[in-house]
């Protein structure tokens, strides 16, 4: 099955094009390159990774096919550091997700999704009047 993928040329999908773990030194994916301290910094996918995967396959249907893009090591550039101000809107965003909407207190904890409320107001039952 790996072979299908095998494409280092770049004819049958257009970009080099290689199995899941069978790429070359000298390339990687964007969390390899974030796991440096590195970023694409604006260059465009040099090649990519193709494999069959059955996590979001249905019952009946083939498995399905994801891609990974790679980027060369030799052009990627240095994360940008975080700046006051990003580090001042983040803290916001974050602290927004922990207030309940129910009881206005903070969490300490983000707020599941599922529940729309922290968990003690979520497993208090309502009143009736």
């Known amino acids: ?9 770049g004819d049958l999908y257009g970009i080099p094009t290689y199995p899941f773990r069978m790429a070359p030194p000298g390339l990687a994916t964007r969390r390899q390159l974030r796991a440096q301290g590195l970023r694409p910094g604006g260059q465009h996918a040099a ?9 979001y ?56 999704t599922s529940l729309g409320m922290c968990v003690t107001c979520a497993d208090t039952p309502a009143l009736t009047a």
């Open 57 to 112: 396959r249905r019952p009946g249907s083939p498995p399905t096919i994801r891609v990974a893009y790679l980027y060369r090591l030799d052009r990627a550039l240095p994360v940008r550091p975080m700046t006051p101000g990003k580090r001042a809107a983040l803290d916001k965003a974050m602290a927004a997700r922990r207030i309940c909407p129910e009881c206005r207190s903070d969490a300490g904890y983000c707020i599941p």
């Open 1 to 9: 099955m790996a072979a299908r993928f095998w494409d280092p040329d």
């Open 47 to 55: 090649a990519q990774l193709l494999w069959f995967s059955n996590r």
